[in-house]
């Protein structure tokens, strides 16, 4: 059972950045991804982000991509999601989430392990 706990999320004004942080409390070896999601309120639960462990690859969504970033620290089993020039819409609820296998990693019902969720809230 991996258990992720995110942090890093805040009140930050638009055009500023913030970085969230995914720890995982076991190492996941071989062809595990982990995600990153959002939820607004009413709305439903979106992909935002998603690096491979085994290959570093990475994927973004169309709205984030050329803002955030998302990166891993092997030593500490965590991965980070740098977001920069923060916008009013990118408020929400941000997830990270752990699954084996790459495939339909943009569906959140794929995915085995989630964190508790950090608010994320960008003032205009």
């Known amino acids: 059972q991996v258990q992720l706990a995110e942090s890093g999320g805040g009140l930050v004004q638009a055009g500023g950045s913030l970085r969230l942080s995914c720890a995982a409390s076991?190492?996941?070896?071989?062809?595990?991804?982990t995600g990153w999601f959002r939820q607004a309120p009413g709305k439903e639960r979106e992909f935002v982000s998603v690096?491979?462990?085994?290959?570093?690859?990475?994927y973004y969504a169309d709205s984030v991509k050329g803002r955030f970033a998302i990166s891993k620290d092997n030593a500490k089993n965590t991965v980070y999601l740098q977001m920069n020039s923060l916008k009013p819409e990118d408020t929400a609820v941000y997830y990270c989430?752990?699954?084996?296998?790459?495939?339909?990693?943009?569906?959140?019902?794929?995915?085995?392990?989630w964190g508790q969720g950090t608010q994320v809230t960008v003032s205009s």
């Open positions: 989430a752990v699954k084996y296998g790459s495939s339909n990693y943009k569906v959140a019902s794929d995915y085995d392990y």
């Open positions: 076991e190492r996941t070896f071989g062809n595990y991804v």
């Open positions: 690096l491979r462990w085994d290959t570093g690859s990475t």
